[in-house]
């Protein structure tokens, strides 16, 4: 039974020059995601929307940490007349730094900025699905003439 599920139809039934048929509604709905003008405005609308959110995160503090450690041991001759001499030691170190730029005159201006562009791609990809839709009905139109 599952064979027959996924058995090709007979070659008598299909013409092999049968030209695939789509309805209107389908070629609208992938005319909506499939252009590539379609696909380049939605990329610049999540370009602008990683935009917003680095002009955001200037609100974030940064914090760097640097941290080291050794360990060094030393067996020394002096002088043949004395005996060795054996030292160890244990290095370490630690840093860490907080940043954050309490006042920033542009840091409103960017913010509004980026929000408005993300605005203006979105507009942008509306304007691309409609074109791309408003070519796909001419299409359908133009092929049932």
Same mark, same amino acid.
């Given at each position: 039974?599952?064979?027959? $599920?996924?058995?090709? +139809?007979?070659?008598?039934? @299909?013409?092999?020059?049968?030209? +695939? ?6 070629? !609208?709905?992938?005319?909506?995601? *499939?252009? +590539? =003008? #379609? !696909? #380049?405005?939605?990329?610049? @609308?999540? =370009? ?12 974030? +503090?940064? $914090?760097? %940490? ?5 360990? /060094?041991? *030393? ?11 054996? =030292?160890?030691?244990? !290095?370490?170190?630690? *840093?860490?730094? @907080? *940043?954050? $730029?309490? $006042? /920033?005159? =542009? ?8 929000? %408005? ?16 839709? !408003? ?5 359908? @139109?133009?092929?049932?003439?």
């Amino acid at each position: 039974m599952g064979a027959a $599920l996924f058995a090709r +139809p007979a070659a008598a039934t @299909v013409p092999e020059n049968a030209v +695939p048929t789509i309805t209107l509604k389908e070629a !609208l709905r992938r005319a909506e995601t *499939d252009p +590539p =003008s #379609v !696909l #380049v405005a939605a990329a610049a @609308v999540q =370009s602008a929307q990683a935009n917003e959110t680095l002009a955001r995160s200037g609100w974030i +503090p940064s $914090l760097t %940490a640097e941290a080291q450690g050794g360990y /060094s041991y *030393d067996n020394r001759i002096i002088a043949s007349t004395f005996p060795k001499i054996n =030292s160890s030691s244990i !290095l370490t170190s630690a *840093d860490a730094t @907080v *940043d954050w $730029l309490g $006042l /920033s005159v =542009s840091r409103f201006a960017n913010i509004d900025a980026a929000k %408005a562009a993300v605005k203006a791609r979105g507009f942008s990809r509306e304007a691309a699905i409609r074109q791309a839709m !408003l070519i796909a009905a001419e299409m359908y @139109v133009r092929a049932y003439a």
